[in-house]
């Protein structure tokens, strides 16, 4: 079962055929969401009608490309915005716990690092429900007794952010602990010998050694963001991020323009995270 | 040497300056909203916008047995996703620890990670192309012979595991293969040394180590599932019957928030016994499993 011991070619040949099938039933979906993107059909199925950039750049229905159908490429920038504010709280508050948690004791820190852990057990459905309700509470709580209308946390884009950003910290702080466990403490010693501010010692040695693990967490959490569909739907208000938009669509009967849209998702994922898989090393991408 | 002792004020400062942001998030976006979920959980309606606290909504999920019923389900279709899913990956992630060497070994676990990077709608998404009645899969079968007329494939029970597997095969390739990785070979070759099979090897060398792997595993596939919305929904469509989808009906078209309060503290107190059940079987702790 190992190379160093002899097998008979069946076995090894019928591990290589079964690895091939399950690559196949991996890839499988992938590849024909983005084949089916470049055919001239209404819809997204057989038979091939031939191959056709419609899809992507058509400006008049009934075959409206993706770059003149406004709903869409609105829905893109919004998941823009909200992935770009969770990402900024998200790593800002992770670099904040791995110092916590890498550098400092005090009294109840494993317990509080469980708790950090909790987001991870807890369905994204139900993290998005709870969050929902307490922000409802607390407006309705405004409204009664002081008749003001917090528009801010009723359904809507902030509400969105705030949901993401409660699981994607937990993430983010994995991360970024990770690399800071590793870190050699004498390197900022030396600074400090040197003369340096225990601040500029942080900023000018311990920062930039980090740098890899934020990048790093910064590409994860923008990805899960602009990818997150569970929380994102109990949250939601009246403008809708990309998965929302395309969940409508895909509800109402997709045509091809939701594949246009699935092949850019899937490349640019797929480039990001490849790239940073390759630049900071496998260990904090697999997690 | 610095020394934790040395300067005791700032540092406490210090400490005090990193725990804020930590303690607010935790507080505000973690721990309250549950609890608010909990305490909206037991109120009851007396009358127009009157509530008092009570058990009916808990009453209320025993009695309907539609509620229970699809609360059953889907632990039961989780569990089964989750011993395919280890079925399935147990293989290749030894294919892709053991019998692969240098390059192809990379090549093959990045491949794995790809399907997690694109988001959940495109994967399903996909399923939906190849899978419903003017799919890939119908049409192939009536073009190689196999079929008359066209067939449905999705909305059945079959459809939702296969959507289930696929979406939780990542969390159990990656940790076995690691952990298999560290499973030294000449530990093999003992074990043939002394007369084993393969069989008797595999049940007692190659899974004892692989344990903390298949529990971690596991555990993070039933979570998974258990609390998946998209799959169930656009793979099962009406007939999926989904925990999750109960939920979301509760909440945004029945809007009986307390009904739904219920059912959310009830799906996230059985995923926490499970965790808790598997931690203590295994004897791992929480934050190592997670991290």
Redesign the interface.
Known sequence: MIPSIPQSTLFKSSFRLYAFIFFAFLMAPLVVVAVFAFNDSMFPSLPWHGFTWDWFFSDSEPKLGLFHDPQLYQSIATSFLVATCTTVLAVALAVNNAFLFERSTFRGKSILYMLMLLPLVIPGVILGVSILIMSSSIANYFDDVWAIDIELLRPGLTLVVIGQFAFITTICTLIVAARLRNFDLSLEEAALNLGASKLQAIRTITIPYLLPAIIGAAVISFLMSFENFNTTLMLVGSDSPLTITLYDRLREGATPVINVVSLLLMLASVVLALGNYFLTGRKSTAE | ??T?GKSKTP?KL??LL??C??LL??VL??????L??LN?SLQERVAPRIYEYGFSNYIEFFTEPLYWNTFLRTAVMSIIATVLTLI?AF??S??IA??L?GRAK?L????????F??????????????L?E???VS?FLQYIGMTEGPIEFLYTDATIMLGLV?SS?LFMV?PLT?TLESLD?SY??AG?DLGGN?LS??WQI?VPHAKPAIISGCIVVF??T??N??TPI?LGGKSSLWF?EQ??TQ??TRFN?QQ??AF?VL??SI??LI?WLGLKLSRQS??KV??
Do not use: A, H, N
């Open positions: 040497m610095m934790k540092l210090g400490l990193l725990l942001p930590l998030w935790l976006l973690v721990i309250l909203p549950q608010t979920m909206i399935i293989p290749i030894y294919y053991k019998m060497r990379g093959l676990l990045v491949l794995c990670l790809i399907p990077w694109v988001s959940e709608l495109v994967r399903t998404y996909g399923w939906m192309i190849l419903r003017s799919g890939v049409s696929y095969m990656v690691s070979d093999i070759e043939y393969g090897v595999f190659i979570m998974l258990l609390g919305y998209l656009l999750t939920i979301f909440f945004i928030w739904g309060s959310g799906l996230l995923s926490s965790v929480f934050s997670m991290s």
